[in-house]
């Protein structure tokens, strides 16, 4: 009888230990083979999580270089129209001068965006995120350290220099008329440089985008997979634990008896 009631006791104590902590895999002894698979699955999920929010992480960067190449591009159009209505033959030389005062105000604050914009410590547009920059920024995604659990944003986005020399506009001004033709040319090709550039980079955000929303999904199956091993199932936990008090109030009865 007093065996029977130390085994009632213990699981007793299981049940209540279980609806205390709403875990049913505490240890081996409740399922090896559980609990390996478990902490297992556990462990990918921890993995993920933090592979979201270093996924989230590249993604403001990302933005926060799109921004900025957004202000560039405005900057270029603007120069662009400058440039074109210092070409006109019919503007004065003075009122050519109050022009080029605009259009080199204009390169000058091109020049400050692009050594103004940084993330976390990081300039993008000096060619950090250019994909010859002798080190790539890495964004770590899955599980593991193969090339599928990572994107290298350098490879992705290619941003070179954006700057008054890296785009050829180092000496441009529209003081005079044919200044103003070669600063047309010029401003042209930099706008096509920078169109070019903003499109890799709206796919990429677009395609990390994507990927967030993917581990977002993998984090909420696996720790559904997690719960349908080691969780308790309260119901069940709840009938055996009144069973288990009902058995040992009898063990006790029944001891005194004997």
């Known amino acids: 009888t007093q065996r029977v009631l130390e085994l009632s006791r213990s ?3 299981k049940s209540i230990t279980r609806l205390s902590t709403g875990i049913k895999i505490q240890g081996s002894t409740d399922g090896g083979s559980e609990l390996a698979l478990s902490e297992s699955i556990r462990s ?3 993995a993920l999580q ?3 929010r270093n996924l989230g992480a590249g993604l403001s960067m990302i933005r926060t270089a799109g921004g900025a190449l957004s202000e560039v591009s405005s900057i270029l159009i603007r120069l662009r129209s400058l440039a074109s209505q210092s070409a ?4 004065g030389q003075d009122e050519r001068q109050t022009v080029d005062l605009e259009y080199q105000n204009l390169l000058a604050e091109l020049d400050r965006i692009s050594h103004t914009t940084e993330f976390q410590g990081t300039n993008l547009l000096d060619g950090t995120l250019a994909n010859s920059a002798q080190e790539h920024i890495v964004l770590q995604l899955g599980v593991d350290s193969s090339a599928a659990s990572q994107v ?3 490879s992705e986005i290619d941003l070179t220099a954006i700057n008054r ?3 050829n506009l180092g000496s441009s001004n529209v003081k005079s008329q044919g200044s103003s033709f070669l600063a047309l040319n010029d401003l042209t090709a930099a706008l096509e440089s920078v169109i070019s ?3 890799k980079v709206g796919t990429t955000e677009i395609r990390l985008t994507h990927a967030l929303n993917t581990l977002n999904s993998q984090i909420e199956n696996l720790t559904a997979a997690v719960s349908t091993i080691q969780d308790a199932d309260i119901a069940e936990e709840l009938a055996s634990l009144t069973k288990n008090q ?3 109030q009898a063990g006790v009865a029944m001891l005194g008896q004997a």
């Open 11 to 13: 699981q007793l104590g």
């Open 197 to 199: 550039t903003r499109g």
């Open 246 to 248: 009902i058995l040992v």
């Open 88 to 91: 006109n033959g019919t503007i």
């Open 44 to 46: 990918d999920v921890q």
């Open 152 to 154: 290298d944003l350098n």
């Open 165 to 167: 020399a890296a785009l």
């Open 50 to 52: 933090q592979g979201s």
